[in-house]
């Protein structure tokens, strides 16, 4: 061997070391090397990059365990995949919550990997730290976006149910009395010589005036915007009330051979409520009526006031209603199992509104019924 061969090797092996110091040192990634045969496995080396990345110079780090970059965060998903990563030997990427030395939080995206002796046997940990705080800022905040545009679409469905349940109510409301209007033009088309023909005339005209009133009140600004019903509650005279209530019921009910009584007991002559909304209650539960009763019986409305508030009821001796569905009967689009008597139709949504109304009116209204005995709802005003 040439004696120069030595030098020259040990020469040749100064310099890759010092171009691999060079290497780490220019690197933009922190690097560094803990010493997995000491307690705590200290630190030994870091380079120039992990001082600019933590604001820490060397002197502060060597003989640390590098864990004290997390601060009090204890508990971070990544960190048991480290932990086990260390007691395996065994290489890993992790993300971790770090803390500068101004007490910056930063996101630190370590590579760790063992470094092993000829015999195999563990003796240090390189460890290769990124700051990615732009990147994972950058994640949050879509994912942040994300979450608020599924809110968004959440709350558009949310409204656009509710329009779609307003043009049901809208549907709903005008099929009344225009079912009506249609109805007392054939009674007078089968009988011309009636001496009744002005009152009829009075009655279609208030059905107008109604469907008119229904529609504005339906289809206001504020309903528009909300999708929910409102309530314009005033002083109504409960007498003039009951009294066109009995009128135009009784010609509804007489369209199918029903008879309705009205009772009417007023201590208190005048109440505050929504009378276009509360007459829109009381035909619901009418037409409900009239469409599961047969021909020749009879409907009840009894109308009561005090000091204290106004009720009423009303009272069939219709097909009546089970047990197991009386729960569902004030549900949007619910049917039950009875059928109308000369195939009537509807939404479906009737008693929903009645419901709605009569919450807005700050009220409550229960139901009782028994099958094949009829069915009594009562609907109480404060």
Known sequence: MHPNS?????????????????????????????????????????????????GYEVREVLGKNCRFLQGDLDEQPDLPILREAIRNRESCTVLLKNFKKNGELFWNELILSPILNADGELTHFVGIQNDVTERETMRIDLKRREQELRMTTAKLKKLLDEK?????????????????????HQLMEEDQSSDEGPDYREITLDEARNAYDLVNNLLNKQSIESGKLTV???PTDLVQFSEKIAREMGRMAALKGIDLEVNASLEQREFSLDPIRVKQVLQNLVDNAIKFSERGTSIEIDLRSNEVGFCFNVRDQGQGISKDELDKIFKAFESGSSQSTEGETGFGIGLSIVQEIVELHGGQIDVESEIGKGTCFSVMLW
Do not use: Q, W
Not at 14 to 33: M, R
Not at 177 to 183: A, E, T
């Open 6 to 54: 030595t030098g020259n090797e040990r020469v040749l092996a100064e310099l890759s070391l010092e171009l691999l110091k060079e290497a780490i040192d220019s690197s933009v990634c922190g690097v560094t090397i803990a010493d997995a045969r000491e307690p705590d496995m200290p630190l030994i080396y870091i380079n120039e990059a992990f001082s600019k990345i933590t």
């Open 164 to 184: 779609n349940k307003l043009l049901s109510i809208v549907a709903h409301d005008l099929r009344r009395p225009l079912s009506n209007i249609i109805g007392i």
């Open 232 to 234: 314009n509650k005033k």
